[in-house]
């Protein structure tokens, strides 16, 4: 498994911080995109979800086999590597995407906090890197601000992962249901981050994620995830891009 950037074709990943972008090139926000097109946040991938990487990660996660934590954790490592050397000098604050309580039961353990957890025991985190977690879910039935999600709680409770969701039913699904654990709040401002999660798909979920976490004031760079699924057919351009990427020639 080789790092490469992964963002083509992940139509839900937020825009990249300009605030981030003009610290790290010294121009100011906008410089570069004369065209005003979108400019999406910069994810760096381990892996492309598929073959043995996929049923490696199925296995970790759903079928308790933790013996391959090791080589995962190894993977994730070198992807963390990656995306830390081409940010600014200075603290990095490494955030995981929260796992959900319910999930966490059924299993009896957080995967992707088990591989950070790993790496942070051996020292295997980027230099300047420090693991948190300010991020956590909201009750089920509430959305950002404090507001009920307008659903009744049977529905709310049923709300579930994202798998077998489309781009808009991703979205849907997680919209204002992260916040910033109150014992971060008001201690963000300004903190360079980089959000951790297993797989890419659409990009929603590190989407909710990252906006809980820049209406604190924190400045994400950008994103790193073990593996990253291909885009979807008929996106050809974003496809190109993405396995130009994969092999390391843009």
């Known amino acids: 498994m080789r790092p490469f950037r992964a963002e083509a074709g992940a139509g839900s990943l937020p825009l990249r911080d300009p605030a981030a972008l003009e610290t790290r090139t ?27 990487v996929a049923r490696a990660l199925l296995a970790f996660k759903n079928a308790g086999h933790t013996d391959l934590a090791r080589p995962l954790a190894a993977a994730l490592g070198g992807a963390l590597l990656a995306a830390r050397a081409g940010l600014p000098a200075g603290p990095c ?47 089920p039935g509430m959305r950002a601000g404090g507001r009920s999600a307008g659903i009744p709680w049977f529905a709310a409770a049923r709300r579930g992962g994202q798998k077998g969701l489309g781009r808009r039913g991703r979205q849907e699904n ?17 903190v360079q981050c980089l959000v951790v999660d297993d797989v890419l798909t659409t990009g929603a ?13 924190a400045a994400v760079a950008g994103a790193v995830v073990l593996a990253a699924t291909p885009p979807p057919s008929g996106t050809e351009l974003a496809y190109s891009e993405f396995r130009r990427n994969r092999r390391g020639e843009g």
């Not at 919209?175 to 201690?187: C, L, N």
């Open 26 to 52: 010294g121009a100011p926000p906008g410089a570069g995109d004369a065209g005003g097109g979108f400019e999406p946040l910069p994810v760096v991938a381990a892996g492309i979800y598929g073959g043995v």
């Open 93 to 139: 604050l490494l955030v995981p995407v929260p796992t959900r309580g319910r999930s966490l039961r059924r299993r009896g353990y957080d995967p992707l906090g088990l591989l950070l957890d790993g790496l942070r025991r051996r020292g295997e985190l980027p230099a300047g890197s420090r693991l948190a977690r300010p991020v956590g879910h909201r009750h």
């Open 205 to 217: 979920t590190l989407a909710e994620a990252v906006r809980a976490l820049r209406a604190e004031g």
């Open 174 to 190: 997680v919209a204002g249901s992260m916040r910033v654990r109150r014992r971060y709040r008001g201690r963000l401002q300004g």
